[in-house]
């Protein structure tokens, strides 16, 4: 089981009277993609810093890949989501002083183990996703959207993690990139086979995944 | 990477950080420069008379006799009789003496009366002998050498006349306008008070108080061990003397003191110094306070612009976390920036104060006769470095702690 959830709550400030989540129960197994769509203002955010860690909630279990992430003290946490969880949001996904290479070395920094042979590793997944050699020692902020976006997935994947969490990542991007960017991804997710959770607006995204769930579905409102 | 992430993190903010970096440089340029300084006037003022193991002079306090023999400030109490000196002069322990003759005076500067042995054995600093700029020492009995700021103050060169007063304002009443002088030298600047001080021969002042017609007959001599000069004064104020071994100091120094035919007493240079330099603390605190709260303003204005950045950080905070950075990592990384400013700001401030000391070592010493060192990293420079780097550490907590909390917070 990648993903599992059980009776919690989550609502920001004491507002425990209308919890913003209220998921009884849901669960994601391992391989799958699954595409999470929904209005925005719902909490598909705050679901996913949820899944990352990153936030707590008052009640309920929280298990990711098998770990207690509720149990976790907030530095386990972090390791726990920098060796295990890539995360990629719609923008702000690079240091913007720093260069793609660096950006994803950054990243490796944080894993565990630290992976000493990064570079290499780098650069097979920037080639992989196609992000020209003249860009990568670029300050990020000099590159195009399309390339910061792939530059991110780079980011994400560089410590191997078994779950991607993406945050409407296409939402920034035209058409054509956003179907550039979808085939790379799936692509690296399939050949390294990962979980992917993926939130997006846009149901037209829905060919690339195994599973469809509309937030709605998966949280209880009181109303 | 962590310190790459700091520096490239302080590039992106290059304004604040280069003036930051300036502030901090100039509070260390003043922090270092001031103790550096304090430091060489400490070693040049402890050093204005060197070489000398004994200052002799009539029963007064230990400073007072400092002041007046060496300083040229206040006035004796008593003299010394021509007998004494030579009794304490003949002594087998002492080498040789310098007689000291105070009393007169030229436009507000003090003439003192000596003979060749002052140019001779007076040393300052670390054993530095008195050079002539011009001229030479005394031949005849009316001659005089000028202390350097002397001469450049008064324009005076050799062959210049010039007339003595009695007592020390410029305008006494008591003019010994009969007795010219002639400037014979005009000594290098030392940066001790004989550079204010006008020197004429023993006999001169003799000759001048009796009344005596300038004479072409040369009385000139060198006072030595066995010898003094032909026409003996009653008295002199007071005479510095050499001994022929440091290992007797005292036993000459108590045999001074107990000296028979009058009230004598004889004191250590080095010492009275020491103790006349510790009377000046409350100034070196004074000039150390203004150093510090420099610096306190600097490190406050750095860790205010380091405060306010943090505010449009909150997406880089935000990322960071999601990589999996915790919060400690963001307090270490304003804390390291804070670091690298204090380090870029220590070699900056540290690097001006050396060239300006190599630029203006010259003029010190030519103007002033304060020779300055350009060793800054002193045991004391370290101290302070490191006490400049505590100082950036504490006042870059408050915006290391805004970004831990903000960092724990993130959602």
Redesign the interface.
Known sequence: MAVQLTGIQFSFGDDHQRPLLDIDHWAVQRGERVLIHGPSGVGKS?LM?IL?G??TCATGEVSVLGQRLDQMS??QR??F???NIG?V?QR???????NAI?NI???N???AGGNGRWREEAAALLTALTVHKDSWAKPTSNLSMGQQQRVAIA?ALINSPEILIADEPTSSLDSENRDNFLSLLMGLIKERDMTLIFVSHDMALAKYFTRLEALSDITDKPD | MFLKVATSSLMTRKGSAVMTLMAISVAIFVLLGIEHIRQQARDSFASTVSGVDLIVGGKTGSLNLLLYSVFRIGSPTDNISWQAYQDIAQLEDVAWTIPISLGDSHEGYRVVGTTHAFFEHYHFGRKRSLAFAEGGSFAETFDAVLGAEVASALGYTTGTDIILAHGLASTSFTKHESKPFVVVGVLAPTGTPVDQTIHVHLDGIEAMHAGVARAPVSIFSAVGKNQVTGSTPESITAFMLGLNSKLNTFTVQRQVNQFKGEPLMAILPGVALSELWQMMRIFENVLRLISTLVLLAAVLGMGAVLLASIRERHQEIHLLRIMGASPLYLFCLVEMEAIILCLLGMLLGGTSLYVALLLLGDTMLSRFGLYLETDILTHEGATILGAVLIATLVAAAAPSVKMYTAAKQVS
Do not use: E
Request: proline share 3%.
């Open positions: 705050t810093n990352s990153l936030l907030v530095r972090d390791q989501r920098a060796d995360c949001f702000f996904n690079l240091i913007p002083y720093l660096d070395g950054l990243a920094t944080f894993s980011r």
